[in-house]
């Protein structure tokens, strides 16, 4: 494997759109309660433990090989706010253009044609990993760094915060981002046995909930 | 049971000339431009002269979501299944430039939504005299700056200014309320922009987009001779 | 497949409860019958009067508890074209035990075919210093129905929270419908910050599964106010159900959002041109 593969597949200039969607933070940011690093620091480890393992988790699994009609199944199940269902899809698709001009493979392309409507993200990223000669565990960081990553970026966008301090932030959390990939690469092992389901669902209520009240903005900057 | 999907067709992976089912995509027109220059308004004339013998589409990249898109349905430029409005995160350069895969799948779902259309105009948040399209999302692009905003505008050049096929200079009538010199604005363009064609536009007038529609319609009637751009060499399935 | 593995605990001490409640409906081709109601530890089962065509029972907890160490499981199973409704008596209270260990409680809810569940419980409240792995999985037949409620209030007034996670796990065929895990209170990082519950202290859902549900049901719909201390949302999941997530400041706050939310769901079915469920 090519250790550099992860830089160009987790670097924040991959074109896969994440930089149109705040990972929820512009809700928060809206509704003040998150305004400065501490605040945008708590928001990054809640969605990291939550959101961010699950979706770890289905990415380790997709790039361990497993099916991922089956892992798309599963992101479904642990996605109830349709608003998130729709962006993780169109996420999805966005990585799958990416995914498939860098690392061109017949695996991406028949993703492409099983889930014409897009997979989710985690699970394109999964077989998008296992394309570039990655491994599981490698998957797992690249989307639990990114579920604190574009929070971060968002709020310096939002919040006009001090781009040295929301670096700070995503510094402090790199033992706990570690710790999460653990996890879910731990998890995506014992699928094989014991079926997706074994697969982290840790979820958020106020996540799903502020996803359809921004959803419902008629004014916003970010997707989502 | 998914009771979720919508969209259809797996996409190219870039601007391949063709859909992939094999038939020619429609031309892709980029509008750029600083704020306030009058893109929309060029947008939505252009619909209103070229939608009877065209089937046309609109992209918008709104840095608020959907203002541009809002002002062309009021004025009811097209039908609202015609156009999209893609949303930036607060970087409408970058959604047309850097990460152009957010715009990508604006323009497919609109030609898989609608049929084969032939031409879809892909409109940039108003931003500043840097940005341009990326060759993979549009086919050719025009930039758009006004007269009001300084005769020296052209002068300064950047790269909209220096390398957009078309540059227009939108609001002429305002020039002799604003102190704008037409032939300066004309020469200095020249300048810059070497053979690259230059139009002045008042969309108050009768028929004033008429020098960009004309244009429009020249790209057109070469991009359906197969010649706009190299194919790829290898074609999408 | 497992889903409920990483919460099995080793066996408690003595001093723990360990109990297992069973109830079976059937549909003996005129009504629903019980032919099973076991009741055990703490949990008693009262059979109430039917209405509306559910048979009907009542969870009344005989005793305090859960208590960490205690391993409490209720099994419910509902035979093809059955109705049943079952509700608790009172809240659920998770409460420091003799040991520092965790306490359990199971839920293993089966729908068959035809077959319809109301599963409407009242809150579990997790006190300070208790600590619960509360499962739920419930197992629906395609063309099952499921009304299922689930409130979780973190701590009492002015009273931090135990340690709490639920699973909640819900599948269609062997299809997973929902899939959800929560974690609150001490240990759980940011369980109290932006991004999870920030400063509300109820939350709850209430999960509506029908086969008529189609795609147009309805569209998300936001409950309470967005700024205010109660609020929540009513949305379509991916397979035949709608979901209501809600966070509040208090437990009856919640209930007012989730009830709302249930109005608006069985609106929702009435107005399918399959008729009601």
Redesign the interface.
């Known amino acids: 494997m090519s250790r550099t593969a992860l830089l160009v597949l987790a670097g924040g200039?991959f074109?896969?759109?994440?930089?149109?969607?705040?990972g929820g933070v512009e809700a928060a940011v809206a509704a003040r309660a998150v305004h400065d690093s501490a605040t945008l620091y708590a928001f990054c480890r809640g969605r990291l433990h939550t959101a961010g393992l699950t979706a770890a988790a289905l990415a380790a699994a997709a790039a361990a090989g497993h099916d991922p009609l089956v892992l798309d199944e599963a992101a479904?199940a642990r996605t109830p706010a349709?608003a998130l269902?729709?962006t993780a899809?169109?996420l999805g698709?966005?990585?799958l253009?990416?995914a498939?001009?860098a690392w061109p493979c017949e695996a991406l392309?028949r993703l492409?044609?099983d889930l014409?409507?897009?997979a989710h993200q985690p699970v394109v990223l999964g077989v998008a990993a296992h394309a570039a000669g990655l491994t599981a565990s490698d998957a797992a960081h690249v989307a639990a760094f990114g579920h604190v990553a574009g929070p971060a970026t968002?709020a310096v966008?939002?919040l006009g915060l001090d781009p040295f301090d929301a670096t700070a932030v995503l510094a402090r959390l790199c033992d706990d981002v570690d710790a999460v990939a653990h996890q879910a690469a731990d998890a995506a092992g014992r699928v094989a046995g014991e079926g997706a389901g074994v697969l982290p669902a840790a979820s958020s209520p106020l996540l799903d909930i502020t996803a359809e009240q921004h959803a419902a903005?008629?004014?916003?900057?970010?997707?989502s | 049971?998914?009771?979720?999907?919508?969209?259809?067709?797996?996409?190219a992976?870039?601007a391949d000339a063709r859909r992939p089912d094999g038939t020619r995509r429609a031309l892709r027109i980029g509008l750029g431009g600083p704020v306030g220059s009058g893109k929309t308004a060029t947008v939505a004339a252009l619909c209103r002269t070229l939608r009877d013998r065209y089937a046309l589409a609109v992209v918008t990249n709104d840095?608020?979501?959907?203002?541009d898109a809002d002002f062309l349905l009021r004025e009811a430029v097209l039908p609202p299944e015609r156009i999209t409005a893609?949303?930036?995160?607060?970087?409408p350069h970058?959604?047309i430039r850097?990460?152009?895969?957010?715009n990508?799948?604006a323009v497919e779902d609109l030609e898989d939504r609608l049929g084969p259309l032939d031409l879809i105009l892909v409109e940039s948040g108003g931003d500043n005299l840097t940005a341009t399209f990326s060759k993979g999302l549009v086919d050719t692009q025009i930039f758009v700056i006004d007269v009001s905003s300084g005769d020296d505008i052209p002068r300064k050049g950047g790269p909209g200014i220096t390398t957009a096929d078309l540059l227009v200079v939108n609001k002429t009538d305002l020039a002799p309320h604003v102190g704008a010199d037409l032939t300066t604005m004309a020469s200095d363009a020249a300048r810059r922009r070497g053979d690259l064609p230059v139009a002045f536009t008042s969309l108050t007038g009768d028929d004033g987009v008429r020098p960009v529609a004309d244009w429009v319609l020249e790209r057109l009637t070469v991009w359906h001779h197969g010649t706009a751009r190299p194919e790829p060499a290898t074609a999408t399935p | 497949m497992s889903t409920l593995t990483e919460d099995v605990a080793p066996l408690p001490d003595a001093s723990s409860v360990v109990a297992t409640a069973r109830v079976r409906a059937e549909h003996n081709g005129r009504t629903t019958t019980l032919p099973l109601l076991s009741g055990d530890g703490p949990f008693h089962l009262q059979r109430l009067r039917p209405r509306g065509g559910l048979a009907r029972v009542d969870v009344i907890g005989a005793m305090s508890g859960p208590l960490g160490g205690d391993r409490l499981a209720l099994h419910a199973e509902v035979g093809p074209s059955a109705c049943l409704r079952i509700t608790s008596a009172a809240s659920t209270i998770a409460l420091r035990g003799p040991t520092d260990d965790n306490a359990t409680y199971d839920l293993r809810l089966t729908v068959g075919d035809d077959a319809t569940l109301h599963w409407l419980p009242q809150p579990l409240i997790s006190t300070a210093g208790s600590s619960l792995r509360q499962t739920c999985a419930v197992g629906l037949s395609p063309t099952a129905r499921l009304v299922l409620r689930d409130e979780q209030i973190l701590g009492r007034t002015r009273e931090t929270s135990g340690d709490l996670t639920t699973r909640l796990t819900v599948l269609r065929g062997d299809r997973p419908l929902l899939d959800q895990h929560t974690s609150y209170g001490g240990p759980h990082p940011a369980w109290d910050g932006p991004a999870v519950m920030g400063s509300h202290r109820a939350c709850g859902q209430l999960l509506v599964v029908d086969p008529s549900l189609?795609?147009a049901a309805l569209p998300p719909v936001l409950l309470g106010d967005p700024d205010g201390p109660a609020r929540g949302v009513l949305v379509?999941l991916?397979?035949?159900a709608l979901l209501a997530t809600a966070v509040a400041d208090t437990a009856t706050r919640l209930r007012r959002l989730l009830d709302e939310a249930l109005d608006r769901a069985l609106t929702a079915k009435g107005t399918l041109p399959f008729g009601p469920g």
Request: hydrophobic share 30%; net charge positive; with cysteine.
């Open positions: 200039r074109p896969a759109g994440d930089h149109a969607h705040s479904d349709p269902r729709a899809r169109k698709r966005q990585l253009r990416a498939r001009a392309e492409a044609r014409p409507g897009g968002a966008r939002l903005w008629p004014m916003r900057l970010f997707a | 049971m998914h009771l979720d999907h919508t969209h259809d067709g797996s996409g992976v870039s840095i608020y979501t959907r203002e893609v949303e930036t995160g607060a970087c970058t959604a850097d990460d152009i895969s957010a990508l799948e | 189609g795609r379509p991916a397979g035949p």
